[in-house]
């Protein structure tokens, strides 16, 4: 839904329109759960939910949910051999949810555009199948909810349930009973994440931390660079960083609030600076934790980290020296090299080209 927002807004608040949104997926599916297409009265299609696949089948759907304001679940498959079939050529399965969009279905909808605008952390949860309430939101905050999805107790159980995928920034569904049981079936609620963007911290205000941050940028993340010494750490050797610090990295990095999703890239390979700062990082809930070095160097800042009092668990969340082998020699293939890494630790894959593999394409989808 965020691709679409401003749109879906404006939409709102001018008499309504129609989302689809892909709420799972299976196999080689080419959208994400939680990618939306909005459909406006006067014919305008925005967003996408398959690249192409079966935006033309999902736009006819959309209209007729304008028509009737009757939520719809679709379910496309692999296409057969009809070339005007509707179906994913990719061989992917994807499950869309279609609603209508107006004043009287989405009375939170203002607020939570404004929190999305904001970077505040927010999920909606909406029953997509059920007995009863379909098409039903739930707007959850950390410290608030609004809406209802029909009773009491369903609110409370899955605001518990969306509260804790909202922390991860998961987007995805849960199965409840017909009243909220946990472990029930008959009733599916898609819960969608928008989390504040990821946040990466670089230490070492160096030409491959540079190019690091031009990358990072590209996959979302909100960058700092942190390194003691004032002539290195500028603004102007880093114009795409979001902030440049000029602190010790360990002592700024005991200041900061660090969750799962937070990546931690030690450049600096200087056993003043990257000892300390390492052995704060293993202390925090960090998501992923490098250091650059040669292997000969790494060697050394283990002996130094365990002289510190780190422990060998502790030790073994160090992704040293840091990056995938793709024969990267440059800063900027460097960087990539680092991102992948960060990537596959995310995902899982084993870094393999896709070619020499089998299997689904995307890692834990079913075969």
């Not at 700024?252 to 390492?278: G, M, N, S, Y």
């Amino acid at each position: 839904m965020r691709e679409v927002i401003t749109e879906l807004l404006a939409a709102h608040q001018s008499g309504g329109a129609a989302m689809a949104t892909v709420v799972q997926t299976w196999r080689s599916a080419p959208r994400p759960a939680g990618a939306s297409m909005l459909v406006t009265p006067d014919g305008e299609a925005v967003g996408s939910v398959s690249g192409g696949c079966v935006e033309g089948a999902l736009f006819e759907v959309c209209n007729e949910v304008i028509a009737d304001g009757t939520p719809r679940f679709e379910h496309y498959g692999v296409s057969n051999d009809d070339a005007f079939a509707v179906g994913l050529t990719c061989g992917g399965i994807l499950e869309v949810f279609v609603e209508p969009v107006n004043q009287d279905t989405w009375p939170e909808l203002p607020e939570i555009a404004a929190r999305i605008d904001q970077g505040d952390p927010v999920c909606i949860a909406t029953i997509i199948k059920g007995p009863h309430f379909v098409g039903r939101h739930l707007v959850i905050q950390p410290d608030s909810s609004s809406g209802s999805l029909g009773t009491d107790r369903l609110d409370e159980t899955v605001r518990d349930d969306a509260l804790g995928m909202l922390a991860a920034g998961l987007t995805g569904t849960i199965e409840y009973g017909p009243e909220g049981e946990r472990l029930g079936e008959g009733l599916t609620v898609f819960v969608a994440s928008f989390a504040p963007p990821a946040r990466m911290f670089v230490f070492g205000a160096i030409d491959f931390s540079a190019a690091l941050v031009r990358v990072a940028k590209l996959l979302g993340y909100v960058v700092t660079v942190c390194d003691a010494r004032p002539f290195f750490a500028t603004a102007k050797r880093f114009p795409e960083a979001d902030q440049v610090v000029v602190d010790w990295p360990h002592r700024w990095l005991e200041q900061q609030e660090v969750d799962e999703r937070t990546v931690i890239a030690v450049l600096t390979h200087d056993p003043k600076f990257d000892v300390p700062a390492l052995k704060v990082a293993l202390g925090t809930k960090a998501g992923y934790i490098g250091a650059m070095g040669s292997r000969r160097t790494h060697e050394d800042r283990i002996t130094r980290l365990r002289e510190a009092g780190v422990s060998d668990s502790e030790l073994a969340r160090i992704h040293s020296p840091i990056g995938l082998d793709i024969g990267a020699r440059t800063p900027e293939e460097t960087a990539i090299s680092i991102c992948a890494e960060i990537v596959q630790h995310r995902w899982g894959g084993g870094g393999q080209p896709l070619a020499r593999t089998s299997g689904p394409i995307h890692p834990g989808a079913p075969r």
